[in-house]
C-alpha cells in the first residue's frame, strides 16, 4: 500500500502509546474514588482515542470526540456534580471497592475476553489498509443514505430535551402564605 | 496510516469495552455508573470506526454520529434521573433505591 508505507513505523507507534493511554486512563478513572479525578482522567482517555481516530483516518470524527464528549458530555458531567455539592463518598461503596470486590467481575469479563480473542483469532481478514475518509464524504453519505437516521437522530435529541428539562425542574414553592401554612400543616399530617 | 492487524485494534476497543464493563458491575455510585456506559458507548464507536477505515467506507463515521447522539441524549437524561434521585434519597447510592417501598416507610 502506498498510503501504508508513508510513515507507517511513526504511526503504529503513536496507535500503541495512545492506546496504553486510553487504558491506563480508564482504568484509573473506574476505580477511582474521586469523581472529580475520575472525570478529568475519562477527559484524557476520550483525547487519546480521538487521536487514534485521527490516525485511522477519521479526521472529522476526532474533532467531534474532542467537542461533543470532551467538550460537552464531561462538562454536564462536572455541572452535576458541581450542584449536588457532595462528597461522593457513600458507605455501601467503600465497602464495595475492597480488592475483593473486584475479582468476580474482572473474573467473568476477562472470560469475556478469552472469548473475544478466540473469535478474533478464528476470523478471517485481509491486510489492514486503512484509508482516509473526508468529512465530505461522511456528509454526503449522511444526507443521502441516512436521511432517515437524521431525522430519528433529531426527534431523540428533541425527546432528550423534553426529558432532561421536565425531570430536571425543581417543584414549584407555593408563594401564597395561607396556602403555604395550610399545606405545611397538611403536609406534617400525612407525613409527606 | 496506521499498518496495524485489524485484529489488535479491534482488541484495543473491546479491552476498553470490558473495562467499561467491570466498572459497571462493581461501581455503586451511580454518577460512576454512568461514566462506565459513556466508555463502552466509546469503544462501540471505535470499533465502528475501526471497521470504516478497513474497508473505506463513510458509513462507519456515520454510525459513530448516530451513537454520538444517543449517548449525548442519554447523559442529558440520566443526569435529570440522577438529580431527582439526589432529591429525593440524599444519596447517590444505587443500592439505596432497590426497594420499591415507600420513601417515608424507607426512612
Known sequence: MGGGDRGGGTMNIIFYIAAMVAIVSTILAISGRNAIHALLLLIVSLLSISVIFFILGAPFIAALEVIIYAGAIMVLFIFVIMMLNVGLESETESKWLRPRMWIIPSLLTFILLVDFLVTLKNMKYQEFQGQIILPKQVGISLFTTYLLGVEIAAMLLLAGIVGAYHLGRQKKKVIHRFLDSKEEILADDVGI | ?107
Not at chain 2, 44 to 51: D, E, S
Open chain 2, 1 to 107: 496510516m496506521v499498518t496495524i492487524p485489524f485484529g489488535i485494534q479491534v482488541l484495543f476497543a473491546g479491552l476498553l469495552f470490558l473495562i467499561g464493563l467491570v466498572g459497571l458491575l462493581v461501581r455503586r455510585n451511580i454518577i460512576f455508573m454512568l461514566m462506565s456506559i459513556e466508555v463502552m458507548f466509546n469503544s462501540a464507536g471505535l470499533v465502528f470506526i475501526i471497521a470504516g477505515s478497513h474497508w473505506a467506507q463513510p458509513d462507519g463515521q456515520v454510525m459513530f454520529i448516530f451513537i454520538l447522539t444517543v449517548a449525548a441524549a442519554e447523559v442529558s437524561v440520566g443526569l435529570a434521573l440522577i438529580l431527582q434521585m439526589f432529591h429525593h434519597f440524599r444519596t447517590l447510592d444505587a443500592d439505596k433505591l432497590s426497594n420499591l417501598k415507600d420513601i417515608k416507610t424507607e426512612n
